[in-house]
């Protein structure tokens, strides 16, 4: 039998090859999306963690960069940072509120420490306090020395009626920069009842120590009184402030009026004190600040929180009473205007901070009214407010980035804000969804090189709340240029006397080179003398001249201070277009430059206009990037020189190491025996 002629069959993916094709476009389409997805910043695993070019980009986890819990499991709710020469120096407190059993209560209380840390938050050496807490920012003085305010708690005694059932001895304490006891000074009353609050220091020029509680008092490093106000048996109830120095040594603070009853007083005093003087120049009374709701009932607030800033220029102190801002001039005393918001509940325990413009920024305290204020520099009205539903103990700060970062209490708004300082407009927050961070206190951050520093009196871990200080990397480099008081006691140095390094000690007068990269300079073509026969450069010459290259290269202040003289001209001769100006360090130096570019053209001229980014009267932090050299021609430099009651004297006593080594190498180029002064 003939087999039978079967066609065999096509198999299916043949027959069916449209279904496969589909399938496959399916998957390239799924594919191309998952990319897309992670691409755009969305996905889980792309969290960028450099800010500079994504303004939307949120600091949680990804930007967390350290984190630092003490091993006592001890909180920062009193304690901003204090960051000096490249150290944090910070301290640790924690809330004690009411019990049954006062001494169990604190027997229970962590032990607290003050840290030197460094900036990625290892410890480099701890002082431990035991039950004692910090309360409020250290300062040091011109030998390293620090110091700052310490609270020990106590029960009250029996019959005590205006207690919450503990008192506090407070004491000005200092160590030494290796973190060993010095000494401390019981500066409370005997039987002092402790709210809430900071205690802050701040020291001026000459090493005293200014520091406000039962008295006003000032001290000098070795811990020996100088004076206290008043001086009678009167006492103030309700300091909880501290006192800021002006750009001539002048000393400023806020306090409810002394009196001799333990309630103290409901008015609040602004109190000013000359350099050198325990006699108050003047005391400002301030109208009707002491009147607000209270929580639990009652209205009358007997105590203060906030330090006094000044503006741009130093003839304004800003100051804080519950609800209101009032600027007074700093000569007179007198008031030029007060704000209180509309609507505003509660009070501000925030201090301020204050803008390039003079604008202010502080949030209140009112639980889920709190808000956050940014109020126009002449106090005609806000420029936008933003509310955070959460108090804020915290004082903001201002970035270069014109974003205004601030903290605040558990809140489902957020916990680390980044605002818009131009709009109002959130940019991002740490939510309380995400739980990293939550209850920010009085622990007012500092901003360093891209990085915000700050304490958490709690966070969130695995459900456990514990407390922790963090370095979170944000947008901003360094503090708003030009901005006098852009953080809590306006600068890093938490001193309170940003306009002022240094009056009676030469030696604290540390230069930079003002250039930013050294590499930017062909060479040095001369250097100082004041002798017109000197064997090297052959003439008076009363600076250093870095020549340039290139067509710009960016200059830096060599030294904090305030910009006074700037002026843009153009010569007749060959320096044609140049920038003059100096950066007054104190009363007795200042810094001068001239960048001079060697071109006569208007192009030119409009190049060195544009490449300045301060004007007179701003005050630059060393090390801020603060103009361009331009070069129009051959021979363009920078003409740098210091100068000291009219006279200019050689730079080089005053460069730290590391500069006088990078400008001796530029000498060297050239001229391998030349000495940067020859007189």
Not at 69 to 80: C, G
Not at 99 to 117: M, N, Q
Not at 513 to 526: H, K, Q, R, W
């Amino acid at each position: 039998m003939l087999a039978e002629n079967i066609q065999p069959k096509k198999p299916s993916i043949t027959r069916f090859w449209w279904i496969g094709l589909i399938i496959f476009l399916a998957i390239v389409m799924v594919v191309a999306l998952v990319v897309l997805f992670i691409m755009s910043g969305q996905g889980p695993n792309n969290q960028n963690k450099d800010n500079s070019n994504n303004n939307s980009n949120d600091p949680r986890n990804s930007d967390i960069v350290a984190t630092f819990t003490p091993d006592s499991k001890t909180a920062f709710q009193y304690n901003p940072p204090t960051i000096v020469d490249n150290s944090i120096y910070v301290g640790t407190s924690t809330k004690i509120g009411p019990d049954s059993d006062p001494t169990t209560t604190i027997a229970a209380l962590p032990d607290s420490f003050f840290y030197k840390l460094d900036l990625d938050l290892n410890i480099i050496w701890q002082h431990p306090l035991g039950k004692a807490m910090v309360g409020g920012a250290g300062v040091l003085d011109s030998d390293g020395n620090i110091y700052f305010s310490t609270l020990e708690y106590k029960p009250a005694p029996a019959g005590k009626t205006n207690t919450k059932g503990f008192l506090t001895d407070i004491y000005l304490y200092s160590i030494n920069g290796n973190g060993e006891f010095r000494w401390k000074y019981k500066i409370s009353t005997a039987e002092e009842e402790w709210d809430h609050g900071m205690v802050n220091l701040a020291i001026s020029p000459d090493d005293t120590i200014y520091v406000g509680d039962s008295k006003f008092f000032a001290f000098n490093k070795s811990g020996t009184l100088k004076w206290q106000y008043p001086t009678n048996d009167d006492f103030f109830v309700g300091n909880r402030s501290g006192p800021s120095i002006d750009n001539s040594g002048n000393v400023y603070f806020v306090s409810p009026e002394p009196s001799k009853s333990e309630f103290g007083s409901g008015q609040l005093n602004v109190y000013r004190f000359d350099s050198g003087s325990s006699t108050p120049t003047w005391i400002s009374r301030l109208p009707s600040v002491a009147i607000v709701p209270q929580e639990g009932g009652g209205t009358e607030v007997r105590s203060t929180y906030g330090v006094p800033a000044f503006n741009s220029d130093f003839t304004r102190v800003i100051v804080t009473g519950a609800n209101t801002v009032y600027t007074l001039d700093k000569s007179t005393g007198n008031l030029i205007w007060s704000f209180k918001p509309d609507g505003i509940v509660g009070l501000f325990k925030a201090s301020i901070a204050i803008d390039k413009d003079n604008n202010i920024f502080v949030g209140s305290k009112a639980n889920e009214d709190s808000v956050f204020y940014a109020i126009k520099g002449d106090g005609s009205g806000l420029l936008w407010e933003y509310a955070t539903g959460a108090d804020m103990y915290p004082s903001p700060l201002i970035g270069d980035d014109n974003r205004v970062y601030f903290g605040s209490e558990n809140s489902s708004n957020g916990h680390l804000h980044a605002i818009d300082i131009a709009t109002g407009q959130l940019v991002w927050n740490t939510g309380y969804d995400k739980g990293i961070m939550v209850d920010f206190s009085f622990g007012s951050p500092a901003l360093y090189n891209g990085y915000i520093y700050a304490g958490a009196f709690s966070v969130t871990d695995g459900g456990v709340s514990v407390a922790a200080f963090y370095k979170v990397k944000v947008n901003a480099t360094n503090y708003q240029p030009g901005a006098v008081w852009p953080r809590f006691h306006g600068s890093n140095d938490s001193n309170g006397r940003k306009g002022i390094a240094s009056i009676t000690d030469t030696t604290v007068l540390s230069m930079i080179a003002p250039y930013i990269n050294e590499s930017d300079v062909s060479s040095v073509n001369e250097a100082y003398s004041m002798d017109a026969n000197n064997p090297y450069w052959g003439f008076v010459h009363p600076g250093v001249d870095f020549m340039i290259t290139k067509p710009f290269i960016p200059v830096q202040a060599a030294v904090s201070g305030t910009i006074v003289n700037f002026a843009i001209e153009k010569s007749t001769g060959i320096m044609g277009w140049h920038a003059g100006f100096c950066i007054e360090f104190n009363p007795t130096y200042s810094i001068c430059y001239n960048l001079e570019s060697f071109g006569n053209t208007d192009e030119v001229g409009q190049r060195v206009t544009d490449a300045v980014f301060f004007k007179n009267g701003d005050y630059v932090e060393q090390g801020q990037y603060i103009a361009n050299l331009i070069y129009g021609g051959s021979g363009s430099h920078i003409d740098f020189g210091i100068g000291t009651a009219g006279t200019r004297i050689c730079p080089e006593p005053f460069f730290t190491d590391e500069a006088r080594e990078s400008v001796m190498r530029l000498i060297r180029i050239k001229q391998p025996n030349w000495p940067m002064c020859d007189s």
